[in-house]
């Protein structure tokens, strides 16, 4: 229970779905402070509720931002590096959009709407990575990005989302690389499909009682969060098949 | 207190833009090596700092982040524009402010304690009455505090910005890479060449890192009376326990401090007043150093070139007679360095 001990953890998009759920699973693996980001408090003073229910003694930290605006960034990790006198163990990159709902095909897909994705889902995580490094780079830190499957298959009709999530799966092992010497990890986690708002924009016809529950894929998430995962880095993980025997390095 | 020493600074010679507005990179200032007992001057480029650091030296960095602490306010119903210069976040949760008006605007004579200034997004200040030792500062107390204060001034602010810089450059020109908490009033400017890359090249060569925060009161008053006199500010600064004994294992070994900017070089020293040994913890230093002070701490130091009649320059002359500065400083504007925070950078060691 007490896998994140001490631990202080960033996790934008919080307000629904993934991030969430993992706000929650962290709070009970006994992190000592979240720093949730979204862009409506409402939703955000909720979720704070919900964990304070499973950990009562956690410090939780809210701020609503909009990644697509860098200046929003700065005032997100201010706010936090404040709170949290200036150390940061984990963020998780969870915030994403989809773009416009049924989405359109490239040809069809407005200019406008494409960069707007592609600014939410891979300069924000670009930006947060950059701002989180100081709070890391003295104790070491893990990052985590969290992808999807149409970040490494170019699905007809995924448009802006599958290409931002290209983008972000290789910024990512660039990022990994450049940190290879630091005490920085950079995974990147594909969830699979989650019954999710997001997911059931993306996929309306479809029946979401056929995608895991966003509780059912969290174990990956800590994993990478905790010291368990330490050494671990530069790796793209699949949340479903995910086992945590799986997941350590072989010991030398 | 007199200027340590005359010196013409023609007006080009202020950096105007941050050269990553220039589609160059950070580090790529120039940097001028001036020997602090002999006074020889090395020209060299910032990229190439490792020449002058030995394996095992410590560079002592301020990672304190910039804020936007310039807000534009509105007095009473006559709707007086005044702008606030964030100076200090006091211990009582006050604030000290630089209040600046339009030239020609007399609401400066009607500045009295209880007038409530008016940010908008629900932000208001209170005057509450000048300060003892500055006479140019306020102190004000927002209706907000905690982190919905912070969340407001960086809604509200913009950074402080002097008149020689060419645009409204926003608040990453003013940030160093390295920068964690947030409570500068501006940046302390002399880390602000480094890049992630040259901070990985000098690990590699051996040198080691620290840091500690400071965060920075404002560099002028504007008032060129004023600045001249130095009025001592008090600043706030946290200096952990990991950097305490990383100073003391570097003198034990023989090894030296090199303080990255004034602001280090300020609360090392003021840490270390008391016992000789930096001593870590949470305090406010009022400490003035200048020609003379007997440096405990710091061995050597990273900055930037400052005008004349500025107190950085006074604190170089702790380090390097004032007379080897005047002719390093001399060499520096024949050879066409550019000064403040965009600008050249100088190591004195």
């Known amino acids: 229970m007490n896998r994140l001990n001490r631990k202080k953890i960033l996790i934008t998009g919080a307000s629904q779905g993934l991030g969430r759920q993992l706000a929650l699973d962290f709070a009970r693996e006994g992190a000592a402070a979240l720093a949730l980001c979204a862009r409506h408090s409402q939703a955000l003073d909720k979720v704070r509720d919900e964990v304070m229910v499973v950990a009562p003694d956690i410090k939780v930290v809210l701020i609503e931002a909009d990644l697509s605006r860098p200046l929003d960034i700065e005032r997100l990790f201010a706010i936090a590096l404040h709170e949290f006198h200036g150390r940061l163990d984990v963020l998780v990159n969870n915030a994403s959009m989809l773009g416009p709902s049924p989405m359109p095909y490239l040809l069809d897909y407005p200019l406008a709407e494409f960069q707007a994705v592609l600014n939410a889902n891979l300069i924000g995580p670009f930006l947060a990575i950059r701002k989180a490094l100081p709070a890391m780079i003295e104790h070491g830190g893990s990052i985590i990005n969290v992808t999807s499957d149409a970040g490494i298959v170019g699905y007809a009709g995924w448009g802006a989302y599958g290409i931002s999530k290209f983008g972000l799966e290789g910024m990512s092992q660039t990022w990994a690389a450049e940190l290879e010497e630091s005490k920085v990890r950079v995974n990147w986690v594909d969830p699979g499909s989650m019954n999710t708002a997001m997911h059931r924009a993306a996929e309306p016809d479809e029946d979401p009682s056929q995608w895991a529950d966003p509780a059912e894929v969290t174990e990956v998430f800590i994993y990478l969060a905790s010291d368990e995962s330490e050494g671990v880095t530069a790796r793209r993980f699949q949340a479903q098949e995910f086992t945590p025997r799986a997941g350590r390095m072989p010991k030398h | ?349």
């Open chain 2, 1 to 349: 207190m007199s200027t340590l020493f005359e010196l013409e600074l023609p007006p080009e010679l202020s950096a105007k833009e941050p050269l990553e507005r220039r589609g160059l990179l950070r580090d790529q200032v120039r940097l001028l090596v001036v020997s602090r007992w002999t006074g020889k001057v090395i020209h060299s480029h910032f990229v190439r700092l490792s020449d002058f650091l030995a394996r095992g030296d410590l560079l002592v960095f301020n990672s304190s982040r910039t804020l936007p602490a310039s807000l534009t306010g509105w007095i009473g119903s006559d709707d007086f524009r005044v702008e606030v210069r964030l100076a200090e976040h006091l211990s009582d949760d006050a604030w000290l402010a630089l209040l600046l008006f339009r030239a020609g605007d007399r609401s400066q004579t009607r500045l009295r304690p209880g007038l409530i200034i008016d940010f908008g997004q629900g932000l208001q200040a209170q005057v509450e009455g000048s300060d003892s030792t500055n006479r140019r500062l306020w102190k004000i107390r927002f209706s907000k505090c905690g982190t919905e204060l912070l969340d407001l001034i960086y809604r509200l602010g913009q950074p402080i910005r002097y008149e020689y810089a060419a645009a409204p450059w926003d608040i990453d020109c003013y940030q160093n890479v390295y920068s964690t908490e947030p409570g500068s009033a501006e940046m302390p400017s002399a880390g602000r060449a480094f890049t992630w890359k040259t901070l990985l090249q000098l690990q590699r060569h051996g040198v080691r890192i620290a840091t500690l925060t400071l965060h920075t009161g404002l560099s002028s008053y504007m008032d060129d009376e004023l600045d001249r006199e130095h009025p001592a500010s008090e600043e706030e600064y946290f200096i952990s326990q990991e950097t305490a004994e990383q100073i003391r294992d570097a003198h034990q070994t023989g090894r030296r401090v090199i303080a990255v900017g004034t602001t280090v070089v300020r609360a090392l020293e003021s840490a270390a007043e008391r016992s000789g040994f930096v001593e870590p913890g949470h305090r406010y230093t009022r400490l003035t150093i200048n020609a003379g002070y007997p440096l405990r701490v710091t061995n050597g130091l990273l900055t930037g070139l400052h005008e004349p009649a500025a107190s950085h320059l006074d604190l170089l002359s702790a380090f390097i007679p004032a007379e080897k500065l005047r002719k390093a400083y001399e060499e520096a504007v024949r050879k066409r360095y550019l000064w403040h925070e965009f600008g050249d950078l100088n190591l004195v060691v």
